[in-house]
């Protein structure tokens, strides 16, 4: 059974290296490690999640067998909901995780009086793009974001309607 738990500033930290350890072994192949170590350290850092949970994100572990499994987090943006991170845990993917994180974000989204939830994907991540189409999100544009040290997230946005 999938469970979900709510980080607050006490588990800050441990998002932090759950985080850093999905991320760089999922995306080190797709940016190399320069860059990614970069992304990690602006996104991921235990600084940079209280920044933004200090900005209106909610950040809640995916709990599976009584294991953190992986996290997401997601804010209301433009009247919808913004899907910033989904991660899970290499040994965990294809165990319905993100279908049960996408369910649980689909009613929160409801209950806040709003109707869809969008986000960024590496036009390269090609697993998750075909993950996120599963889950009922469809491709609305392509976005190329500096980020600063001359690097860019190449990304598509996708969009599901509630």
Do not use: C, W
Request: glycine fraction near 6%; proline fraction near 2%.
């Amino acid at each position: 059974m999938t469970e979900f738990e709510k980080v607050n500033e006490a588990t800050v930290e441990e998002l932090s290296e759950l985080a850093s350890a999905i991320v760089k072994e999922h995306y080190d192949p797709i940016l190399g490690v320069e860059q990614n170590d970069y992304m990690i350290e602006k996104f991921q850092s235990p600084d940079a999640i209280r920044e933004q949970m200090g900005h209106g994100y909610t950040y809640y572990f995916i709990v599976s067998d009584g294991t953190r499994a992986g996290f997401f987090g997601y804010y209301p943006r433009d009247g919808k909901t913004y899907l910033s991170k989904l991660y899970v845990e290499k040994s965990y993917r294809k165990k319905h995780l993100a279908h049960d994180s996408m369910e649980f974000i689909a009613n929160e989204t409801l209950k806040d009086g709003m109707s869809s939830i969008f986000l960024n994907v590496n036009r390269y991540n090609y697993d998750s793009i075909a993950a996120y189409e599963s889950l009922g999100f469809k491709k609305i544009r392509t976005e190329d974001n500096p980020i600063g040290h001359g690097y860019y997230m190449n990304d598509y946005v996708m969009e599901k309607t509630l």
